[in-house]
């Protein structure tokens, strides 16, 4: 067989081209991790069909077609952010210092993902924590502007809700979102935060100092004025000095219980979202839970319908095969015989054309025997039955039992016979004669037999071709022996 090395050259290059192709395509198709966002860029489209600057998908997995597609990653990872503010204008325009700490990460939203795709693609994670870093500041110095230090200091949640929105909002922008946020302390280059502390702590030892004062003045100015009433002027100093000591208790005892109150409402908040938190997952539990049973149940009630649904069909299929099996035999049986009979009376009828067939030849060569006379005819047939008819009409007398018979004989008769013999020739006179019995079967008996009775004057002579008819009936009757 003759080689052809172009045919064969041809075949390998286009088997290396085709499992190139296989390899560009699977080199192609990228898998995006559950860390990152795939941002697939060039000629992409958007779900309305139009054209887009990219494509991000978090998760899942997407073909880049070669030369007109290209795709990078984002990173997911938390980054976290040191923002020591200084010099923070506050609204009562007094600065402060707020050292705090942001954790900030490339949000998962589709249009704040779409934001990340256009704007921080391609930066490095230190220049997004500066971008980050940036807008962060300028958020949190415009919120303390709008506060007062006193709001700052004794209401961290309404500074902190303030601080979280309108820095999400900015970061947003940008395709970020703010995870959490971390104020350590608040501090003033004028030191006026410390000296609203100097000053409650102040304002409570002065009232003490001064109730004190005031108690030694009463004692003194008593013990002056009134040696009379030395004892009831101690009694009502030291009186006073109770009073002013326990006012000065009931104060400090006020502000324990002002701080106690704050405490106690603040640990009340924190206990409040704990419980809230647990309720909910104890709910979602449950709700799973209930779910998970719900489909067990209807898992079970689904194989249960399964098995009893089989078995009834494998049943129904069963006696259907079997109806049919029975309805077969049976069918087939009944064709049997039912061509059992056919064949029956198909043979009985060929046997009885073939008795008819015969008798109607053997009465052909019996009337060409009579010269073709079918007079002569049925006589050399009646000729030949003439003994069997005989013998039939004796046969009404043959079971007579004469010798069971009795007669009383009383002599002869009048015709000189005695009462037996007219009782035997009256028992034959009963037998009808052969001209009536040939009669009763619509036939005149052949005068070659006899007359009637009523005809016995007139003596009947047979022709001769009658005698010559009768003489040949026996050769007739060999020939012809189906018709006897």
């Known amino acids: 067989m003759p080689q052809h090395p172009e045919i ?45 600057s990219s494509k991000c998908l978090h998760g899942g997995a997407a073909f880049i077609w070669p030369v007109i597609q290209d795709y990078q990653y984002l990173d997911l990872t938390p980054i976290s952010i040191n923002v020591d503010l200084t010099n923070a204008l506050s609204r009562q325009n007094i600065r402060i210092d707020v050292p705090s700490r942001f954790t900030v990460g490339i949000s998962t939203e589709p249009g704040i993902m779409q934001n990340a795709a256009e704007r921080l693609l391609g930066l490095r994670m230190a220049e997004i924590q500066e971008l980050a870093k940036d807008i962060i500041f300028g958020q949190l110095r415009l919120v303390i502007a709008t506060m007062e230090i006193e709001e700052i200091n004794t209401d961290r949640d309404k500074f902190l809700e303030a601080v979280s929105h309108n820095v999400e909002s900015e970061l947003k922008k940008i395709g970020l979102r703010l995870i959490n946020v971390n104020v350590t302390d608040i501090t003033d280059e004028s030191g006026y935060i410390e000296a609203l502390g100097k000053e409650a702590a102040a304002r409570a030892i002065n009232d003490a100092k001064r109730s004190v004062a005031e108690q030694n003045r ?5 013990q002056a004025n009134a040696q009379r009433d030395e004892r009831i002027s101690v009694a009502s100093a030291n009186a006073t000095a109770v009073n002013g000591e326990n006012e000065a208790k009931a104060a400090i005892a006020q502000s324990d219980a002002t701080r106690r109150e704050r405490e106690a409402e603040a640990a009340r ?5 704990e419980n809230v938190a647990k309720a909910k997952a104890l709910e979602e539990s449950y709700q799973a839970e209930k779910e998970a049973e719900e489909s067990r149940a209807q898992r079970e009630l689904a194989t249960q319908k399964a098995d009893v649904l089989v078995a009834a069909e494998i049943n129904k299929q069963r006696m ?7 309805a077969e035999v049976a069918r087939r049986q009944a064709k049997g015989e039912a061509d059992a009979i056919l064949a029956k009376m198909q043979a009985q009828a060929q046997g009885m054309e073939e008795i008819l067939t015969k008798q109607a030849s053997g009465l052909a060569e019996i009337v060409n025997a009579a010269g073709g006379d079918p007079q002569s005819a049925v006589q050399l047939i009646i000729a030949d039955k003439i003994e069997e008819l005989v013998k039939v009409q004796v046969e009404a007398i043959k079971n007579v039992k004469i010798d069971k018979v009795t007669v009383w004989d009383s002599g002869a008769g009048a015709d000189g016979k005695n009462s037996t013999a ?27 037999l006899g ?7 007139e003596a009947a002579v047979a022709p001769v071709e009658v005698v010559a008819a009768a003489e040949a009936a026996p050769a007739a009757e060999t020939a012809a022996p189906e018709s006897k």
């Open 320 to 326: 259907e095969i079997e109806a049919e099996a029975a």
């Open 422 to 448: 007219g009782f035997l020739s009256g028992l034959m006179n009963a037998i009808p004669p052969l001209s009536d019995t040939f009669r009763m079967a619509g036939l005149n008996l052949p005068g070659f």
């Open 451 to 457: 007359t009637p009775a009523e005809q016995a004057d």
């Open 218 to 222: 009463e004692g003194s100015i008593g």
């Open 8 to 52: 064969l050259i041809t075949i390998a290059v286009i088997t290396i081209l085709v499992f190139s192709m296989i390899l560009v395509i699977l080199r192609r198709y990228r898998k995006c991790p559950s860390d990152k966002i795939m941002v697939i860029y060039g000629k992409v489209s958007s779900k309305e069909g139009k054209n887009a």
């Open 269 to 273: 908040r924190a206990i409040a979202a």
